[in-house]
């Protein structure tokens, strides 16, 4: 069957997204992948694809059963073969997936990776003809991800039990240094990495940077400018997730919350609220998501900044799956680094571990201190097959637009007196940073910026990476001329020092 009728008649689409057919090409072919594409960007296809194509058992491994059985039920109402294998089956219905698997022809198998590790699942694969290993979630993979778990560790093995199988390693973000990672635990050989995806034109970035007072109107204002749809609003921590949601349906329908601490049963019945529409507004931690699938979601709204961009760039990207203008807001207060901050400084991990979660974190400031546009940020951070300069629809592109949030007025006013004092003390913290600058603070700080953006495009990497918006003002207001006066400048640690120390003295030293 070709290509496009394989796409149209067992899959309902017309084209293929970005990045899918290439990676498909790529692991029909023989060749281990490493893929790239973000929440919305259709991961599932690159792996139930080739089992239809081949027709042949494709093996996905997955974390969650929910996923697992939500594409079983898919692929079967679309006539594909498909079933999942976990702890709660009868052993009659384990008998009739593998009954089905050996009448032949196309199937794709889910299971966790514990399962992959069990002895009975090792010595059957063996003699399966198998057309692809899926690794769904790979980023779990590396402990230099966001979310490592220690079962995909020891996921390497399916290489050793079959290295004439090709495998597709799937996230929806991943830094190069994570796909390093992946590629040395799951011995992938030479893997094609594949990033594709990140760039969704119907969604509006944007960040405020705003006191912690002021965030509810800032969310109160998002939620009546989307009346319709859904909306997700992520928390810090189960305590502000509970008091956040209280709020809301204070003033708002059909509101539920949810994080870690609730039981399984009531997660489930929420997601399930959710997933069929009684709840429009939900309010949850990080513990919500993977796997979520609701295509209709207009606004993401964090009200308090997760710990890392890979984290805020999968969470924002639940927004818009069914291509519908959808808005993405970050409310950002100098509390959410110091709670962020703390989960760090408490954290088991290794000193190696904590200290590229400190440099994670520092990235994730600087981009929501940053001035450029948003989306083209994104793409040069995770080396995206396709770039932008300017998207036209981010707060810095277009903070005129329709579809930015502005605060409203009604709550500020109601908590006025706590917004100005809270204002006072951050003026007093930040002293000369917030002051306005002076005319030749601003030639300085005009010069670095466009120092900035061309070393940025010199080293391919955001202009983020290299110095946040609020190092550039210190440095145009200080006016450093040696390497001792730099010393102390927010944001500028040794490494900075050693790699951009002589370009920033000599533009500055030009403006003067």
Avoid at 329 to 354: P, V
Avoid at 413 to 437: C, F, P, Y
Avoid at 446 to 461: C, G, H, I, P, S
Wanted: glycine content about 6%; some cysteine.
């Amino acid at each position: 069957m070709h290509s496009q009728n394989i796409l149209a008649e067992k899959f309902g689409l017309s084209q293929f997204r970005p990045g899918q057919k290439e990676i498909i090409t790529s692991v029909l072919s023989g060749k281990d992948v490493m893929a790239v594409l973000p929440t919305g960007g259709g991961k599932s296809l690159c792996y139930q694809y080739p089992a239809v194509e081949r027709q042949q058992l494709v093996v996905v491994v997955s974390p969650l059963i929910a996923l697992m059985q939500d594409q079983v039920r898919g692929l079967r109402a679309r006539g594909i073969p498909a079933g999942a294998l976990y702890a709660k089956q009868t052993l009659e219905e384990k008998r009739q997936i593998f009954s089905d698997i050996k009448n032949g022809g196309a199937y794709v198998l889910y299971l966790s990776p514990e399962r992959v590790q069990k002895e009975g699942f090792q010595t059957w694969i063996l003699n399966q003809k198998v057309a692809l290993f899926a690794v769904d979630e790979a980023h779990c993979v590396s402990q230099w991800g966001h979310d490592f778990r220690e079962e995909y560790s020891l996921l390497s093995c399916l290489k050793k039990l079959r290295p004439d199988v090709p495998t597709l390693a799937l996230t929806a973000s991943a830094t190069p240094l994570v796909l390093d990672d992946i590629a040395k635990q799951l011995k992938l050989n030479d893997p094609e990495r594949r990033v594709h995806g990140f760039y969704r034109a119907n969604l509006y970035f944007q960040v405020e940077k705003c006191e912690e007072n002021e965030k509810y109107s800032y969310l109160h204002a998002a939620l009546k400018k989307f009346s319709h749809g859904r909306v997700l609003v992520y928390c810090g921590t189960r305590k502000t997730t509970e008091e956040v949601a209280g709020r809301i349906a204070r003033d708002f329908a059909k509101v539920g919350f949810y994080h870690a601490g609730l039981g399984v049963e009531s997660r489930t019945a929420i997601q399930k609220s959710y997933a069929n529409g009684e709840l429009r507004i939900l309010v949850a931690t990080n513990a919500f998501g993977m796997g979520i699938d609701q295509a209709d979601v207009r606004l993401v709204t964090h009200y308090n900044m997760p710990a890392n961009l890979d984290a805020l760039s999968q969470e924002m990207g639940r927004a818009g799956r069914d291509g519908a203008d959808s808005t993405c807001l970050l409310l950002y207060s100098g509390k959410d680094k110091g709670l962020q901050s703390f989960f760090i400084q408490n954290s088991e991990a290794s000193t190696e571990i904590k200290a590229l979660r400190w440099r994670n974190l520092d990235t994730l400031v600087n981009y929501a201190e940053g001035g450029e546009c948003r989306h083209a940020e994104i793409l040069t951070y995770y080396r995206d097959a396709q770039r932008l300069k300017r998207c036209g629809h981010c707060d810095s592109c277009a903070p005129a637009s329709e579809r930015r949030v502005l605060a409203s007025r009604t709550i500020i006013e109601k908590t006025s007196k706590l917004v100005v004092k809270a204002k006072s003390k951050l003026r007093k913290k930040l002293k000369m940073e917030d002051d306005t600058l002076t005319r030749e603070q601003k030639v300085i700080y005009d010069q670095l910026k466009k120092w900035r953006l061309e070393k940025a495009n010199e080293l391919d990497v955001p202009a983020f990476v290299i110095f946040g918006d609020k190092t550039l003002r210190q440095l145009a207001i200080r006016q450093p001329a040696t390497l001792t006066d730099l010393n102390g400048i927010y944001g500028i640690g040794p490494e900075k020092l050693e790699r951009f120390a002589s370009d920033v003295l000599r533009e500055i030293s030009s403006c003067l």
